[in-house]
Nanobody, 121 residues
């Protein structure tokens, strides 16, 4: 089993910054993709950004130029630095990881419990 523990959410004023972190633990040989999704009230969960083990990144258009995703493969940890936050960034942010238990295992997708980000004056 794999656990994802998120931290770093909270309340911030428009234009402010937050840094989310997510640490994966458990039966992990390696992790393919790690990333962040978000879900606002009444909306579907959407990709914010993800990053492969090789460092290739993918951002939603709304995140480009404001958010930066990074990871430490040795620590099985991913971060999301969010700058210039807007009220429309308000959502529950979920960490995603796709680990495998051994070299011959398949990758499976796991989700964190979510952390609330509220951007408001």
């Amino acid at each position: 089993q794999v656990q994802l523990v998120e931290s770093g959410g909270g309340l911030v004023q428009p234009g402010g910054s937050l840094r989310l972190s997510c640490a994966a633990s458990g039966s992990i040989f390696s992790i393919n993709v790690m990333g962040w999704y978000r879900q606002a009230p009444g909306k579907q969960r959407e990709l914010v950004a993800d990053i492969t083990s090789g460092g290739s990144t993918n951002y939603a258009d709304s995140a480009k130029g404001r958010f930066t995703i990074s990871r430490d493969n040795a620590k099985n940890t991913v971060w999301l630095q969010m700058n210039s936050l807007r009220p429309e960034d308000t959502a529950v942010y979920y960490c995603l990881a796709e680990p495998r238990r051994s070299r011959s295992s398949n990758y499976y997708r796991y989700w964190g419990q979510g952390t609330q980000v509220t951007v408001s004056s």
